[in-house]
């Protein structure tokens, strides 16, 4: 086009020049008509040279056009055989038309023509399809190396054989650049990535009760031997900041070590018998996030926090954002110091004081824990004489039954108890209340996907305080000025009673709220049969003290011939896919507190059966909700396999409920992930008597 242009630009200047001579030639023949002969002579010869002239230049200007373009060709042939760039071309049809050496040499495949991209290179199937839609860079490995592929279609209109234009193919190009140097050296920089580990001896002072200073001292330098062995292990490094912290720091390398070794430290740790009646146990907090050393130690002491939140002797790794759970498969010992109950009972007592008006509310569809702690927290409330309310949900048999046999005026309890009639709203009721220096009260639970109404939650968002005793979940509700979550406690209720105590040592249970808190620690203990310590039976001792009645709980506790005949049903269809597991499956119900009872009632019978480990009831409701209850018999924490799913509890006890889900895909992936438990129990049995027998030799 440049040429060209350039050609008719000269030969415009030339015309004119020739055209000005003719003039002149012919302005001087009218002159002199005798100059005729010699003007044509002359214009003859201005034209001839002017024509060789033009054609002269014009074949140097085609001479120098000719050796840019072999230069260009020479240039492309030299860059699509020599340089470190592969290139291929596929056609519309997804078939390679053309690749360089490079593009062969790299694949390591003799023949490519008319193979897909997908044939040639590690890429997902119907990859031209995609690919052909938008450009994009990926890094791809082949045969060990990495490489740069950048990819982008070029739109060729097609024809028809009448001449016009069909739809428009693509054409895709693809070029592959060696990147294994810089891909290795940021694999590098990444395995070589500090993490830090915070290690909390958790039970020290349990474990060291009782034992003398020599004692002591050797069970803390066996404890340091091992986590010293641990560390050296991993390449780390290890600092004691006293007898009950340390800080470990190893790289990213490493810490997969310790994951792919499912931290058999806690283990290791747990064994240690010398003196000592009770097993010590350490909780592992580790992170790499953060951008400076600051971040990484407050993502790793979060990470902690949580695995002591969790009831301790486990590990919680953070890495991209996301949390990995280690260990907590044994059941969570009892702490027998009461120092903590003091000082909470304190500050919810000065919270309580500052604040206008107290909001008491529980988890969504409440059970007998739930509205027990709920009472037991209002009780503190209202002896401060502050406006005091329970917000529940709409639907809990469990409320109506306890309202109607504990707090109706009818049966004359309490001149006191009279008081909780009204006390109980909902929240369309109470959101009108509430002001800025309202205070609320969160019992048995801490994740705001179960709080009874997420309103309240809501307009309440400062002023929380959270007591619990379920392991800690990881989306926990934020903004609050206390959490008091016992992982060893066998209720929220034993929790509270036990903060009344402490909060004022003259305050005292009616009978009817005496009655709520106890049937809480029954329908959570089971009867006082799981998770039960000392203190559980001293919270017990002291209701009955108060005037908990027994056959009123007992009384709370029966069910209807209807109610009895479903649980028993799903008990008998039950299946057991697995050894020591049985599960069933309640199809096309309604999503009702009923329903989740009668789940519930059935999984607990089903660990009663011979062999039987663990039980599950999924419950399939019309409206698309999947409600699953798990109780184990302490061999499997069935808590850690809800969490998989999004729920949570606790070792013995957990469920998850779970909007628009295939109740039969559910049912695979608990079987999968109880399958895997049972798997790791095995080798961990399998390892500890192969230790032994190492011993015994």
Same mark, same amino acid.
């Given at each position: 086009?440049? $040429? ?35 003007? %044509? #002579? ?21 001479? /120098? @056009? ?7 060709? +020479? ?13 291929? !071309? ?5 078939? #390679? ?45 082949? +045969?060990?190396? /990495? /490489? ?11 024809? &028809? ?9 693509? &054409? #895709? ?33 349990? %474990? ?26 991993? +390449? ?91 260990? $907590? ?6 702490? *027998? ?30 059970? /007998? ?5 709920? %009472?037991?927290?209002?009780? #503190? ?11 529940? *949900? ?45 205070? @609320?009260? @969160? ?68 009978? $009817? ?5 106890? =049937?809480?620690? %029954? ?22 003290? =108060? ?21 028993? +049903? ?74 998989? @799913? ?6 013995? !006890? ?38 032994? =027998?190492?011993?015994?030799?």
């Amino acid at each position: 086009m440049f $040429g060209s242009r350039s050609q008719f630009s000269n030969w415009k200047e030339i015309c004119v020049y020739v055209l000005i001579i003719a003039l002149l030639i012919a302005g001087l023949c009218f002159l002199q008509p005798l100059f005729i002969p010699a003007g %044509v #002579l002359i214009f003859i010869i201005v034209v001839w040279f002017a024509r060789r002239a033009y054609t002269k230049k014009k074949q140097m200007l085609s001479d /120098y @056009l000719d050796d840019v373009i072999r230069n260009i060709e +020479r240039s492309v042939h030299y860059s699509t055989k020599n340089l470190d760039v592969g290139i291929a !071309v596929f056609s519309s049809d997804g078939r #390679l038309q053309w690749k360089n050496e490079k593009f062969q040499e790299w694949t390591g495949l003799k023949t490519l023509e008319k193979k897909k991209p997908e044939e040639v290179l590690p890429l997902p199937e119907n990859a031209f399809e995609t690919m052909c839609v938008k450009d994009d860079t990926k890094i791809i490995k082949m +045969r060990g190396r /990495y /490489y740069n592929m950048r990819y982008f279609s070029v739109q060729n209109p097609a024809k &028809t054989t009448d001449g016009k234009e069909a739809a428009t193919a693509s &054409t #895709l190009m693809v070029y592959l650049t060696d990147v294994t140097e810089w891909e290795q050296l940021k694999q590098r920089f990444a395995e070589e990535r500090l993490c830090l580990a915070f290690v909390r001896f958790d039970n020290y002072e349990d %474990v060291m009760k009782g034992l003398g200073e020599s004692a002591r001292a050797n069970l803390n330098g066996e404890i340091g031997q091992i986590l010293n062995k641990w560390v050296e292990s991993l +390449r780390g490094f290890v600092v004691r900041a006293n007898n009950e912290n340390l800080v470990v720091g190893i790289n990213y390398k490493n810490l997969q070590k310790a994951i792919d070794d499912k931290f058999s430290i806690l283990d290791k740790v747990r064994e240690v018998r010398l003196e000592n009646k009770l097993a010590p146990t350490i909780s592992i907090g580790i992170s790499k996030d953060g951008d400076t050393l600051q971040e990484v130690s407050m993502h790793a002491a979060k990470a902690l926090d949580l695995a002591l939140g969790r009831g301790g002797d486990q590990v919680v790794v953070e890495c991209d954002k996301q949390m990995q759970y280690f260990g $907590g498969t044994n059941a969570v010992s009892a702490k *027998s110091t009461r120092v903590r109950a003091r000082i909470v009972a304190h500050n919810i007592r000065e919270q309580m004081e500052d604040a206008d008006k107290v909001f008491v509310m529980g988890h969504a569809n409440e059970d /007998y824990d739930s509205i027990g702690s709920a %009472v037991g927290v209002a009780k #503190l409330a209202l002896s401060r004489n502050k406006p005091t309310f329970i917000v529940v *949900s709409d639907r809990s048999t469990s409320l109506q039954k306890l309202k109607k046999l504990v707090f109706n005026s009818e049966l004359n309890i309490s001149e006191e108890d009279k008081q909780y009639e009204g006390i109980f709203v909902h929240e369309e009721d109470i959101l009108k209340e509430i002001t800025p220096r309202s205070l @609320l009260m @969160l019992v048995d639970h801490h994740r705001a996907a179960l709080s009874a109404s997420q309103k309240v939650l809501e307009a309440i968002p400062q002023k929380r305080i959270i007591i619990d005793h379920h392991r800690r979940a990881e989306d926990i509700i934020k903004n609050t000025i206390l959490k008091y979550m016992e992982p060893s406690s066998s209720s929220t209720s034993e929790l509270v009673t036990e903060l009344t105590g402490y909060f004022d040592d003259k305050l005292e249970f009616t009978k $009817g709220e005496a009655t709520a808190l106890y =049937s809480g620690l %029954v329908v959570d203990t089971k009867n006082f049969n799981v998770q039960t310590g000392a203190r559980t039976f001293e919270a017990a001792a002291l209701l009955r003290t =108060s005037g908990a009645d027994p056959v009123l709980v007992r009384q709370l506790f029966k069910d209807d011939l209807d109610a009895f005949r479903k649980r028993y +049903r799903l008990i008998a269809d039950a299946e057991t896919p697995l050894p020591h597991m049985a599960i069933a499956v309640n199809r096309n119900v309604e999503n009702t507190s009923e329903t989740s009872i009668i789940a519930a009632q059935a999984a607990d019978a089903m660990i009663n059966v011979t062999e039987i480990a663990v039980g599950v009831v999924i419950s399939a409701c019309t409206d698309g909700c999947v409600n699953v209850s798990a109780r184990s018999d302490g061999s499997i924490n069935v808590q850690i396999i809800m969490e998989e @799913l999004g729920g949570g509890g606790h070792q013995t !006890v957990a469920g998850v409920q779970i909007q628009n889900a295939d109740a039969d895909e559910i049912k695979r992936q608990i079987i999968e992930l109880t399958k895997k438990q049972f798997d790791e129990a095995e080798e961990k049995e399998k390892e500890k008597e192969k230790n032994e =027998s190492n011993l015994i030799e």
